[in-house]
Nanobody, 126 residues
Framework: QVHVVESGGGLVQAGGSLRLSCAASGDTICISSMGWYRQAQGQERELVAHITSDGSTDYQDSVKGRFTISRDHAKSTVYLQMNSLKPDDTAVYYC????????????????????WGQGTLVTVRS
């Protein structure tokens, strides 16, 4: 199985920057795509950015041009560079690792679970 741990959250002024990191461990060869989600207080969890194993990326419209997701396969780590932060970006940010849809490390499709981190809090002060 795969485990992920986030780091890098904190308090920042509006307009500032933060870089979140998500380190994966375990059967990291069995990670397909990875993504960052966030959940603001009283809100549903939402996808912020997503990156596939071949590096294709996708972003929520509200963060396009401000956030950049990247992935270091050698370190089994995914990053989220967040620039021009706004108070609306305040949320707990979660890392997500998705298993592949093929047999990996002896696990057939459906046997490997998605991995979620415990989250890291980002607070943007106006």
């Amino acid at each position: 199985q795969v485990h992920v741990v986030e780091s890098g959250g904190g308090l920042v002024q509006a307009g500032g920057s933060l870089r979140l990191s998500c380190a994966a461990s375990g059967d990291t060869i069995c990670i397909s795509s990875m993504g960052w989600y966030r959940q603001a207080q009283g809100q549903e969890r939402e996808l912020v950015a997503h990156i596939t194993s071949d590096g294709s990326t996708d972003y929520q419209d509200s963060v396009k041009g401000r956030f950049t997701i990247s992935r270091d396969h050698a370190k089994s780590t995914v990053y989220l560079q967040m620039n021009s932060l706004k108070p609306d970006d305040t949320a707990v940010y979660y890392c997500h690792a998705e298993p592949p849809n093929y047999t990996c490390a002896g696990f057939p499709p459906g046997m490997l679970q998605d991995a979620w981190g415990q989250g890291t809090l980002v607070t943007v002060r106006s």
